[in-house]
């Protein structure tokens, strides 16, 4: 199934274009955000887009989790007016075939962040200067 909407990539670009102030306001209060949507997602048992996870090369349904560390370590980060985020562990960037990111910038981010992120885009907007 082929998601469509923006990438990362596109959304970190239309951050650029706002007014530095908004920018940094964006990244700082949607960090916090779409790491709580990560988290839930990765707890969820689902992809980032809702949908189920993909099976193992065993034929099961993965938990992914075996220490927590992972999942504990997975979060989005704010530098500046930069939206990035931080695997954790080593072993994370293996986790991605299994749904929990979007697989590269290029791949479009799943609806649930993205409205959480206008959102957090059109309140710094309205109490922008």
Same mark, same amino acid.
């Given at each position: 199934?082929?998601?469509? !909407? ?6 970190? %670009? ?6 530095? @102030?908004? $920018? ?8 916090? %955000? ?5 988290? $839930? ?6 992809? $980032? ?6 099976? @193992? ?9 075996? @220490? +927590? ?9 704010? $530098? ?5 985020? *931080?695997?954790?562990?080593? /072993? ?11 697989? +590269? ?5 799943? @609806?649930? /962040?993205? *409205? ?7 309140? %710094?907007?309205? !109490?922008?200067?």
């Amino acid at each position: 199934m082929k998601i469509r !909407g923006p990438s990362m990539r596109e959304i970190q %670009a239309s951050i650029k274009r706002l007014p530095i @102030t908004v $920018a940094h306001e964006v990244a700082t209060r949607g960090a916090p %955000a779409l790491t709580a949507r990560l988290q $839930a997602d990765f707890d969820s048992g689902r992809t $980032a887009y809702g949908q189920p996870r993909p099976l @193992t090369s065993a034929g099961r349904v993965p938990d992914l989790v075996e @220490t +927590g560390r992972t999942r504990a370590e997975l979060a989005f980060d704010s $530098a500046g007016t930069v939206l990035r985020v *931080k695997l954790g562990t080593p /072993w994370a960037k293996y986790l991605i075939r299994f749904g929990i990111l979007p697989s +590269g910038a290029r791949a479009a981010m799943p @609806t649930a /962040w993205r *409205k959480a992120l206008d959102a957090i885009t059109a309140r %710094a907007i309205e !109490g922008s200067p």
